[in-house]
């Protein structure tokens, strides 16, 4: 059974920093792209980033590159997303997917399997 299970959301005031963690089981971890997506109250959900489990290439959204950071550790099955200078506008639930590519994409209908999620929260 495939399963993602995210970890390490919260409350933090604007400026500072969060790691996601998205524990993969289930599947050949080197074989996926896992992807970071958040959906806020009321918007639709968004790409933020993904990265490449075969050959560790990233892809971020503009409104998070500078500030976010994916990462794998293949050993462990693990991505983490490192997010640092947080703003108000980057609370809401993040959730990661992964599918069977090679390809990086940001479009979530293209993920085939989603962890339950975890909520951010910046306060300003």
């Known amino acids: 059974e495939v399963q993602l299970v995210e970890s390490g959301g919260g409350l933090v005031q604007a400026g500072g920093s969060l790691r996601l963690s998205c524990a993969a089981s289930?599947?050949?971890?080197?074989?996926?792209?896992i992807g970071w997506f958040r959906q806020a109250p009321g918007k639709e959900r968004e790409g933020v980033s993904c990265i490449s489990s075969s050959d560790g290439s990233t892809y971020y959204a503009d409104s998070v590159k500078g500030r976010f950071t994916i990462s794998s550790d293949n050993a462990k099955n693990t991505v983490y997303l490192q997010m640092n200078s947080l703003k108000p506008e980057d609370t809401a639930v993040y959730y990661c997917?992964?599918?069977?590519?090679?390809?990086?994409?940001?479009?979530?209908?293209?993920?085939?399997?989603w962890g339950q999620g975890t909520q951010v929260t910046v306060s300003s």
């Open positions: 289930g599947f050949t971890f080197d074989d996926y792209a």
């Open positions: 997917a992964g599918v069977y590519s090679s390809r990086l994409t940001p479009v979530p209908y293209e993920y085939d399997y």
